[in-house]
Each structure stands twice: as structure tokens, then as C-alpha cells.
């Protein structure tokens, strides 16, 4: 075991760690010690190729195949330099008074976290498209929400010199994406931040982390580790656990935090979503261009956001359910298809949680709802309609039986798609929006850690994530993380200069 | 392991000999990170879906129509066993993923993607400059068919 010894050491390099590590640069720049441990590779700039299976493989934890306990739904996570701001979309919205309200923080206004909101969306060079710039496949999206009277908005995204490769979720081949891997990490690392890649915390004990160094493997992409592969004990005043919603509070639980913080690894939501799509009769371009220009946010009203997107042809294929035929039907038919995602806006729900195993390995236990899945079946009533309003001939639905409705039945919509029709394990659901475990109140009792991530009875130690939040965001979350973590990064800044 | 990839994707019937090792080759190597004990589950469900069939219709998986294999595979799916329907979700998703994993598979349904964007679309991608260029070098020419012009 080798020690070493840093002033504070961020654990993760996302949205949360990334801003944590740029808002203590300037500590760095004063000769305090600040390191990052980030458990994926750091990837040239040439290894991003676009090919799905290969950058799914270097990119995500388990290749994007991340199962719940139950193995009903797949969770999408990053674990690369840049954690999962290299493989998301770039949507950035600042989150609703209502939501921030509702979570009725002690010390957490909206008002400081939307000013921050605003702060990283310059930072990052948030903008909304130019109209050029968008495709067909969001072009009808939003003529079909004109058509059927939902109100589409547009997204700002945060690229800058974007060609319009429809690749984001497999982490941009012309580095336009302006995740942490773009901006916060490079700018921190110019200013005395250390980065290491490929290194994966095992274990937090007092002001200590267990960190296990390891090779890259022959074959795969990514840079060899800044260290030398090893098991390494690093000291440090302050540690920031900024491991994303199932790896903060598995970290947490599988070093024996859970016994003093009953709430750890409870109110994990995450936005339960589906792909659902429409073919036309022509082609359209929907494979180039920015992939997610508009959305439709009916969370208030009926639980569900739509939103543009458009996947790759493994992925679309996983996600249509069933099998055979008609399955391959709607991929040979790529060039013409239409894709909106449909997202339940979960709520914090008893059971549904983080937990971990033996090994450290999170374990995600997750029932879905009542209310999530008359969600999902209203979200996909509308993009029914949506699809149909914009031309399409016909649509997979995943909640009819069979799943699948043409335009001449666009009347049968409400009779045809039915919550009834939900079969989990059977219904191809994913998430990308992994929120709570690590949830921020005003003591043990109700929470893990206060409104400036520093967990109950523990000075030292911080959370700077998603996992920090008490119920579902409702949108994309990664600014609001970002917001969070600067306020851990301001008081740790404090801490250290006091 | 064929007849069940046939069934689920009926293009696959269409692969050669290379094709079939490589679709093979993608499923191992997707497998090559999981646990010892998902490997040996879904070696059962093959083998399971493969002899299953001989005790109530008389005949091997492999050795029936594709209708009956269809028949068979949806009942699985759909399956009040949720362990079974589990399986079936990982056996479809590794077959699919060997199979669309191809590159040739993916031009043969259309897939354009490419790293090049609009420039690459519009058949105008130049040389090997790595330079990233700036917005106004993505504006595409209005008199081609670009974003929003009807493609």
C-alpha cells in the first residue's frame, strides 16, 4: 500500500466532481494539494470514432447495460474523464422555483441555485440551436406538437463549434460537447489540480480513501493511469464523494457509513424512460444533426416530459419491445424514423433505493409505480399524437398490444395504449437521470448530508452530486449538479482559508 | 444459439459462415465483463429454449418453423416468471447487439452517422484537418439539401 497526502481529494469527475475541482483551483494555485480520482479512462481526442459498441464499451459502466436488482430497467451512466457529461446530449436547464421548493431544503434557496445555473450555463457556452442547425427529426417533433397542441420548447445545449454528428451519447468526435471533460477538468488541471484516471475509491475511513490504481487493458481505449498501477491510502483534510447517484452512496454504505445515516441510499428516482418512434414515408434527416432540440414538459400535469432524441441502431433495436419481424421492420426502415423519448417524473418512493453488495458494487432497487406508469402511458398517448401530427405513418408503442399503431388508427390512440399493457421486463425501460441516495436536509434523521453536501457528524466529509437530491429533478439534472457542487466547492474554499 | 438469433432477428439468416463467427465473437466479448454466474443463467435459457420444446411438442427448438419458435419465444417474454423474462431480455439484447453491432448490418438499414456531421452529409467533407471548425463553417450551403431542406 502506498500513502500519499493531499489536502482534499474529489472522488468522481462528472458533473459534481469537475465543478468542485475548477472551484478549488484556486486553492491549488496557493500550493494547497487537490486530486481527483476518476474510476474510467481519459481518452484522446482521436479515440472518439462514433462506433456505438466500441465507445459504449469505453465509456459507460457496464457498457450502458447497467441492470436494477430486478433487471427491469437499465441505468446509463459515464464512467470516463468527464463522468457522464461526456456521454449525455448537453441540454442544460436551470431547474423550476416549484421543484427546488417542494424539496423544502433548510440553507437552499432557488434563487442561488438558478444564479449558479446561469454561472456554468456561460461557463459551459449554453445557447439555443440556430434554426439551420436543426434536423427533421426535431423539426417534426415540434410541427406534430403544433398540430396535436402540445407546446413544444427548444433546448439551449452547451457545444460550441458542433458539426452536427448526432453521436453526443457516445461522447463527441469533435470535442464541441462542453462537458467537464471540455472545460472545468482542463482549465483545473492548468491551474495545479491533479487528475487520475483508471483509479477507483474502494473504501473512505477517516480524512482517508482507498484508491485502486489499475492498468489499462490491452486492447481498449484510453490512456495508461497517471499512477502506477497499485493499491494506494490517501490522506486528506477534506474528501468530496462525487461518484454520481449509485456510486456515492454505494461508496458511502460499503464503507460503513449507513449505520450512522439511516436515509443513506434511500429516494433514488430517475426519470424511468422509453424510446418510442415513427416511421415516415420519406426520409428525414434524423441521424445528423444535433440529436435533442426540443421537449415537451408535462410534469406538473401528467407526470412525463417528452423530449427529442435519436439513437443508434443497437440501441434502437433494444429498445423496441418484442422481437422478429415487425421488430426488424422498424429498424430497415432507419433512414425514415422519427424518435421521442418519453421520461416519468418519478418521485422519491419508499424501497426504491441504493444499496450495495459485498464487493462495493451498487445494487439498485427499484419498483415502478403506479403513478410512473400511468405517466409512461400518457407520454406515449401524446407522442402518439405528436407523431401523427407531424406525418408519420405509423408508430411502435410499446404499451399496446400489438405495439404497434398506423395513422388510419391514430382515433383508437387513447382505447389502444393502456397502462395495463406495462409489463416489466418486458417494456424496454432505461434511465439516464440518476438522482438521491445521498439526499441533503437538516439532520441524520431526515437526510445524509446538509444543504452544502457536508454529511451529518462528519466536518470533513462532502457529497457534490446528483445523488445530493431529495426527489426528482423533473428535467436534465447535470447544471443544477453543477450549482450544488459549487456551493460544496464555496464552503470547502472557507474551510480551508479560515 | 442460431435458430433462437433467427428468430429474434430474422436478417440473420442471411449471414455467411465469417458473419455468424462474428456475431459470436461480439456476444463473447460483451459477456467477457459480466458475472461467472449470469454467464452459466444464460447458458441454461439456451439450453432450456433448445431442449425445452422436445418434452411438450416433440421437436428440438432448432428443429422447428419459425412460427413455433416465434410462439415459443413470446410466451417467453411474456412469461409470469420473471426470472424467465429477465433471461429472455438478456438473451435478445446480446443477440441484437452481436448483430447490429456489424457494421455492415448498420449501412444495410440505413444508419448515416457519421463524425463528420452536415459537412459529411452533404458529401462536402474535405481533407484530414483535425481542426475543429468554428459555427460559421457548419452553415450549410442553402442551395444543397441541408438541415430542414427536405431530405
Given at each position: 500500500?502506498?500513502?500519499?497526502?493531499?489536502?482534499?481529494?474529489?472522488?468522481?469527475?462528472?458533473?459534481?466532481?469537475?465543478?468542485?475541482?475548477?472551484?478549488?483551483?484556486?486553492?491549488?494555485?496557493?500550493?494547497?494539494?487537490?486530486?481527483?480520482?476518476?474510476?474510467?479512462?481519459?481518452?484522446?481526442?482521436?479515440?472518439?470514432?462514433?462506433?456505438?459498441?466500441e465507445m459504449a464499451e469505453a465509456l459507460y459502466a457496464d457498457s450502458g447495460g447497467f441492470l436494477t436488482a430486478d433487471g427491469t430497467m437499465t441505468l446509463a451512466f459515464g464512467r470516463v474523464y468527464g463522468g457522464s457529461t461526456a456521454v449525455y446530449t448537453g441540454t442544460s436547464l436551470v431547474p423550476e422555483p416549484r421543484v427546488v421548493e417542494s424539496w423544502a431544503i433548510p440553507?437552499?434557496?432557488?434563487?442561488?441555485?438558478?444564479?449558479?445555473?446561469?454561472?456554468?450555463?456561460g461557463q459551459n457556452n449554453v445557447h439555443l440551436l440556430d434554426p439551420f442547425e436543426i434536423n427533421e427529426n426535431n423539426t417534426l417533433f415540434e410541427a406534430g406538437c403544433v398540430r396535436a397542441g402540445?407546446?413544444?420548447?427548444?433546448?439551449?445545449?452547451?457545444?460550441?463549434?458542433?458539426r452536427g454528428s448526432s453521436l453526443c451519447n457516445l461522447g463527441c468526435p469533435n470535442a464541441a460537447k462542453q462537458g467537464t471533460d471540455r472545460v472545468q477538468l482542463p482549465a483545473a488541471e492548468r491551474r495545479g489540480v491533479e487528475v487520475v484516471s483508471r483509479a477507483e475509491a474502494t473504501r473512505i475511513e477517516e480524512k482517508l480513501v482507498v484508491v485502486r490504481v489499475s492498468a489499462?487493458?490491452?486492447?481498449?481505449?484510453?490512456?495508461?493511469?497517471?499512477?502506477?498501477?497499485?493499491?494506494?491510502?490517501?490522506?486528506?483534510?477534506?474528501?468530496?464523494?462525487?461518484?454520481g447517484a449509485l456510486g456515492s452512496p454505494a461508496l458511502l454504505q460499503h464503507s460503513g457509513f449507513g449505520e450512522r445515516l439511516p436515509r443513506l441510499g434511500e429516494g433514488f428516482t430517475c426519470h424511468p424512460a422509453f424510446i418510442l418512434v415513427g416511421e415516415h414515408s420519406r426520409e428525414i434527416?434524423?441521424?445528423?444533426?444535433?440529436?435533442?432540440?426540443?421537449?415537451?414538459?408535462?410534469?406538473?400535469?401528467?407526470?412525463?416530459?417528452?423530449?427529442?432524441?435519436?439513437?443508434?441502431?443497437?440501441?434502437?433495436?433494444?429498445?423496441?419491445?418484442?422481437?422478429?419481424?415487425?421488430?426488424?421492420?422498424?429498424?430497415?426502415?432507419?433512414?425514415?424514423?422519427?424518435?421521442?423519448?418519453?421520461?416519468?417524473?418519478?418521485?422519491?418512493?419508499?424501497?426504491?433505493?441504493v444499496a450495495v453488495d459485498s464487493g462495493g458494487r451498487p445494487v439498485v432497487h427499484y419498483r415502478f409505480t403506479d403513478e410512473v406508469v400511468r405517466a409512461l402511458a400518457a407520454g406515449t398517448r401524446a407522442s402518439a399524437r405528436i407523431f401523427f401530427g407531424a406525418g408519420a405513418e405509423r408508430v411502435h408503442v410499446p404499451l399496446a398490444s400489438p405495439p404497434e399503431l398506423r395513422a388510419t388508427e391514430a382515433s383508437e390512440i387513447d382505447e389502444r395504449i393502456r397502462p395495463e399493457h406495462f409489463l416489466a421486463g418486458t417494456v424496454p425501460v432505461s434511465a439516464a437521470?440518476?438522482?438521491?441516495?445521498?439526499?441533503?436536509?437538516?439532520?441524520?434523521?431526515?437526510?445524509?448530508?446538509?444543504?452544502w453536501g457536508r454529511v451529518h457528524g462528519h466536518s470533513w466529509l462532502r457529497v457534490a452530486d446528483s445523488s445530493l437530491f431529495p426527489d426528482s429533478l423533473r428535467i436534465n439534472p447535470y447544471l443544477t449538479i453543477m450549482a450544488l457542487a459549487d456551493r460544496a466547492a464555496e464552503a470547502i474554499r472557507e474551510d480551508l482559508l479560515r | 444459439m442460431r435458430s433462437l438469433a433467427v428468430t429474434i432477428v430474422p436478417g440473420a439468416a442471411r449471414l455467411d459462415a465469417e458473419g455468424w463467427l462474428d456475431v459470436e465473437a461480439r456476444i463473447e466479448a460483451a459477456l467477457r465483463t459480466r458475472p461467472p454466474r449470469l454467464k452459466r443463467q444464460l447458458r441454461l435459457l439456451v439450453l432450456a429454449l433448445?431442449?425445452?420444446?422436445?418434452?411438450?411438442?416433440?421437436?428440438?427448438?432448432?428443429?422447428?418453423?419459425?412460427?413455433?419458435?416465434?410462439?415459443?419465444?413470446?410466451?417467453?417474454?411474456?412469461?409470469?416468471?420473471?426470472?424467465?423474462?429477465?433471461?429472455?431480455?438478456?438473451?435478445?439484447?446480446?443477440?441484437?447487439?452481436?448483430?447490429?453491432?456489424?457494421?455492415?448490418?448498420?449501412?444495410?438499414v440505413g444508419y448515416r452517422a457519421d463524425p463528420?456531421?452536415?459537412?459529411?452529409?452533404?458529401?462536402?467533407?474535405?481533407?484530414?484537418?483535425d481542426d475543429v471548425p468554428d459555427e460559421s463553417d457548419d452553415v450549410p450551403d442553402e442551395s444543397n439539401d441541408g438541415p430542414g431542406g427536405g431530405t
Open positions: 500500500m502506498i500513502d500519499r497526502e493531499y489536502d482534499v481529494v474529489i472522488i468522481g469527475s462528472g458533473a459534481g466532481g469537475g465543478t468542485v475541482a475548477l472551484g478549488l483551483a484556486p486553492l491549488a494555485e496557493q500550493g494547497r494539494r487537490v486530486l481527483v480520482i476518476e474510476q474510467g479512462p481519459r481518452l484522446a481526442d482521436e479515440e472518439f470514432t462514433g462506433e456505438e459498441i440553507g437552499l434557496s432557488h434563487t442561488d441555485l438558478a444564479e449558479r445555473c446561469r454561472h456554468f450555463a402540445f407546446e413544444a420548447r427548444q433546448f439551449p445545449v452547451n457545444v460550441k463549434g458542433c489499462a487493458p490491452a486492447g481498449g481505449k484510453g490512456g495508461p493511469p497517471e499512477w502506477e498501477p497499485g493499491e494506494y491510502r490517501v490522506r486528506a483534510g477534506t474528501v468530496v464523494v462525487a461518484g434527416t434524423n441521424d445528423v444533426g444535433h440529436p435533442k432540440s426540443y421537449y415537451v414538459d408535462r410534469a406538473v400535469e401528467e407526470g412525463y416530459v417528452l423530449e427529442t432524441c435519436m439513437y443508434f441502431p443497437f440501441v434502437t433495436a433494444k429498445s423496441l419491445i418484442g422481437f422478429g419481424a415487425t421488430n426488424e421492420s422498424f429498424l430497415r426502415a432507419f433512414p425514415r424514423l422519427q424518435m421521442i423519448l418519453v421520461l416519468a417524473c418519478d418521485r422519491a418512493t419508499a424501497g426504491n433505493r437521470h440518476l438522482m438521491g441516495g445521498c439526499g441533503m436536509g437538516s439532520s441524520a434523521g431526515d437526510s445524509v448530508t446538509d444543504s | 433448445e431442449w425445452g420444446p422436445l418434452l411438450r411438442h416433440g421437436r428440438r427448438f432448432s428443429r422447428m418453423d419459425s412460427a413455433r419458435r416465434t410462439e415459443i419465444l413470446e410466451g417467453v417474454q411474456r412469461s409470469a416468471t420473471p426470472l424467465l423474462r429477465r433471461g429472455f431480455w438478456g438473451l435478445r439484447t446480446l443477440v441484437l447487439l452481436g448483430y447490429y453491432g456489424r457494421p455492415d448490418v448498420r449501412r444495410s463528420g456531421g452536415w459537412a459529411a452529409l452533404m458529401g462536402d467533407l474535405t481533407d484530414g484537418s
